[in-house]
């Protein structure tokens, strides 16, 4: 921790990665939400431009976004960018997103008693195993949204056997980021307080990452392990 | 068409829900009536409808056949098919009037994803509305006459409209006026099916005991009624056997996007519900989280 002359301001300038600040465990770099944001300003963009082609439910979006004309133009142009975007933060965060022995069982019982808010593992690193599933499950959906959605832009150019499985599998793809986003959103904010100024400024407390990420709050912290 | 025709009573709209039929008339259903065993090949028809439609003429392709082009185009709607198939040892010189086929369910309304872009009027005509249109390309996964036809300068797709300008205000298609043979009538649906029947009995006493009229309930008939010689192999003219919406379209169609939007409203709910009864985990300190 760096201690600071009496009075004198902190330096503004971007606090390290994994490091105490003002107070304050820096959990995410500026690069990191930078990278994150673009990613979720091009998904909601798709999403928005998507969904009314989706189901005519959705309309009011593609009003939004201008109509529906300007929603099939400018949906695989947002998709791509959206692409782009997540094989960028791919590369910046997947030496962080590895799935350890300890975050085995996350997809069924440990996703189960996590969702119960009973209580934490305290050892439970930077990233827990559902953020890891998520981080993965977020690459493999968006890779199978270009692919079959390439097939669907340029649809009278492919056969009709790939222009029919890409409909159903686009849409399957585009059903379970649906519903893992709003999943997503909601641990991230309501269900967590404490959670979004990770992604906002950059910081969270030190209660929060001792209760949500024990191992990471002690890693950074240098603390002993309590009990 | 520049709009669906006025006047014109629309009994089912793509990618809507009940309640965009205009009116509670109900119209006759229409049909051409096409007997391709009398057919000469002359293309008067392919002629008339470009010239009707005011469609720019298309490049031409030579095959070593008699065709115009492979296949229909996003401005050549009409287009005589020619087939030569080895039967025994004779060969027979098939010609077929491929176009729109006009199906009373039809799988490219099923599969559009814009309100309004695709009508079928209550005379049976289905038509591409171009103003809705957004030329994604679905209608052409979904016919399985593989029809429509995406336009690359308009951006919009284009097929045969049945001339529903003519049909409306009582005119036969530009196709039929311009036939020189009989091949092609249009009418009644109802009359055309009783014309076809009557011709097709005359093919059976005169040697082609397997002539039959295509009308394929797969898609719930045709308002193009076509006679086969060799109605046992509608694949020699190149109709599918037993077309039919494909089964892709409609489990997309009626399953997936209602059981996506379940799951889809039903995370949103769960997360409001374990919010009310779990509640949101928070930090047991004194230090509160910012």
Redesign the interface.
Known sequence: MTDFAAGAAPPRTAPQENTVWNG?LVRHSAASRVIHWTVALFFFLALFTGMP?????F?WMGNLMGG??V??WLHPWVACAFFVATIVMWTHWHADMKMTEADRGWFGPKLIEY???SG?DPNVGKYNGGQKLFFWFALLDAILLLLTGIV?WF??SFG?GL???S??LH??A??LF??AI??HI?LGT?????TF?AMSRG??????A???HGKWYREVTGEEKRR | MATTQQGMEIRQSSASLRGTATGARKLPVVAKYIDTTICIGCKACEVACAEWNDLPPVQTEQRGSYQTMPTLHAQYWNLIKFNEIEIGDSLAWLMRKDQCMHCADPGCLRACPAPGAIVQYENGIVDVNPDACIGCGLCETGCPFDVPRYHARTGKMAKCTLCVDRASVGLEPACIKACPTGTLHFGNKNAMLEMAEHRVDQLHKNGFPAAAVYDPPGVGGTSVVTILAYGDHPEWYGLPKDPSVPASVRFWKRVLKPVGLIAMAGAVVAAVGHYLTVGPKEPKDQERPS
């Open positions: 304050k082609i989706w189901s005519p439910i309309s529906l004309h929603c099939r969702l119960k808010f934490e669907l649809s009278t009709a222009r029919e499985a409909i159903l849409d399957v585009f059903i649906g519903v709003v999943a909601y309501a269900a967590e307080p404490g100024t910081t969270v407390s030190k209660a929060w001792r209760l949500h």
